[in-house]
């Protein structure tokens, strides 16, 4: 690019700052050490290694991605038991990166292994516990009535997954009466509130059917419906019992135990209750066939008699007789058909107008019982919530405390960096200094000013000698 003369009275434009490779790489590890100086991660273990070292090198992955992480030795003391590969984990530490490689990776300081591997073994082993038993026997399952007169949904009244279910039943067959009896769907209490659902509409509840409702979610927000109280509360009930939780692709041990489960709420509505419209259709269209296999039986009968009079002429009065008493007889049976056809146009009549003289008190009621419930949730939500932040806090205040590295000051350890340039750098390596070099030692309590007099390599060979003595 042509320089700009100085009498055009512009000043020529600025070089850009071209950052050397070690410059970059130490922005970039100031930047993420800033910005995320303590994150959790969950992930699978994979090419997990100990070197001699004692360290703990694992790579973190899952279908997407993948990152370096290291436990060293000593946070090793706070494991539950021994990572391995294939495990799923939930790793706490700091993201930083290592320079001489370029590698951003996580420094691990807490590995917890209760994440959804733990929780899918709990799953399958509970599942093959209770087929044992007898649990899930297609023999024991209790029948499901075709058109229940009432449904009694043991839910929480503010998810969405009752609004499905009420959605499609009121569309489908609104004659039913749904009743819904609040309960948490979720947390460390669900499964017992279920419980105690089932126990109490079974023993004084007048209900056809229960069905266990509740939306998609996570293997840990759903296993509420993985415990095994509820599991053997749902085989114990006198009342059928319906599992509609989670999506189509979810499966519960709730599932297994009931005696119909449904793949979501949705569809449990319709799997319980007929379409009403096409119930109606379906009873016209009987009425018709019946209708018109009446007549048509009456014609042939017709026919018949004809056919039979002019084979037997003139008998006299005997078949007069006969001929009588065979037409009283359809007679008879016809208005006997007539009376019937009759009295199910009268009831299809009182059913239809049943349908349309629908009374909203049914749902009146249920926005009663949930704002209720909704009000109870508010009184309750506010000390859990500031008891839960407080135990919260309490745990990384102490965790915090455990990964401090004044802490680690405390224990005795030191931290070594070089007076000279490039000045601050910590010293990991004996090569990196020579004799003579100035150091600075930060202990616990105040710093230390030392000469290096030699220095030795791991294995305890000598590099090399100097003889200079620390200034006073």
Same mark, same amino acid.
């Given at each position: 690019m042509p320089r700009v003369p100085a009498s055009a009275g512009l000043s020529a434009p600025r070089e850009p700052h071209v950052y050397t490779v070690a410059e970059l790489t130490s922005l970039v590890r100031e930047m993420l050490e800033s910005r995320f100086p303590f994150i959790s991660v969950a992930g699978e273990i994979s090419n997990l290694r100990r070197p001699r070292s004692g360290h703990i090198y694992f790579t973190l992955k899952d279908d997407r991605a993948q990152i370096r992480a290291v436990l060293f030795r000593m946070q090793q003391r706070y494991l539950e038991r021994e990572p391995a590969d294939g495990q799923m984990v939930v790793c706490r530490g700091r993201i930083t990166v290592y320079e001489p490689r370029g590698d951003y990776q996580l420094i691990v300081d807490a590995l917890d292994?209760?994440?959804?591997?733990?929780?899918?073994?709990?799953?399958?082993?509970?599942?093959?516990?209770?087929?044992?038993?007898?649990?899930?026997?297609? /023999?024991?399952?209790?029948?499901?009535? #075709?058109?229940? %007169? /009432?449904?009694?949904?043991?839910?929480? #009244?503010?998810? %969405?997954?009752v609004h499905d279910f009420l959605r499609v039943a009121s569309s489908r067959y609104p004659a039913t009466r749904i009743g819904v009896y609040p309960v948490a769907v979720q947390g460390d209490t669900a499964a017992d509130e279920m419980v105690a659902a089932l126990e109490r509409i079974n023993e004084s509840l007048a209900t056809d059917v229960i069905v266990l409702c509740r939306g998609g979610g996570s293997i840990e927000d759903l296993w509420a419906f993985n415990e095994e109280r509820l599991a053997r509360a749902i085989h114990a009930s006198r009342l059928p019992v319906v599992s509609a939780v989670g999506h189509e692709i979810d499966f519960t041990i709730a599932d297994f135990a009931a005696d119909l489960r449904a793949p979501t709420p949705s569809a449990a509505a319709e799997m319980l209750l007929p379409d009403g419209r096409e119930l109606w259709q379906r009873v016209a269209g009987a009425h018709e066939r019946l209708a018109r296999a009446m007549r048509e039986r009456l014609q042939r009968l017709q026919e018949q008699l004809v056919f039979l009079r002019r084979r037997l002429g003139t008998m006299g009065h005997p078949l007069e007789s006969l001929a009588l008493r065979l037409d009283h007889a359809s007679l008879s049976l016809e208005r006997a058909m007539l009376g019937f056809l009759e009295s199910r146009e009268h009831s299809l009549a009182a059913w239809s107008g049943r349908l349309e003289q629908k009374s909203p008190a049914a749902r009146l009621e249920l926005h009663r019982q949930r704002l209720a419930a909704l009000r109870q949730r508010l009184l309750l939500a506010g000390p859990a919530l500031v008891d839960a932040r407080g135990r919260e806090l309490a745990r990384l205040a102490a965790l915090l405390e455990a990964v401090s590295p004044l802490s680690t000051l405390a224990r005795g350890y030191a931290i070594v960096r070089k007076e000279e340039r490039p000045a601050g750098m910590i010293l990991t390596d004996s090569r990196e200094v020579r004799a003579g070099d100035r150091l600075e030692v930060l202990l616990h309590r105040g710093r230390l000013h030392c000469t290096v007099e030699s220095t030795e390599e791991e294995q305890g060979k000598e590099i090399s000698r100097g003889s200079r003595q620390a200034p006073g």
């Open positions: 292994f209760h994440g959804a591997g733990a929780l899918q073994l709990a799953f399958e082993q509970l599942k093959k516990k209770l087929a044992a038993e007898g649990l899930f026997d297609e /023999h024991l399952k209790k029948a499901i009535p #075709p058109i229940p %007169a /009432h449904i009694t949904l043991v839910t929480s #009244p503010s998810g %969405a997954a």
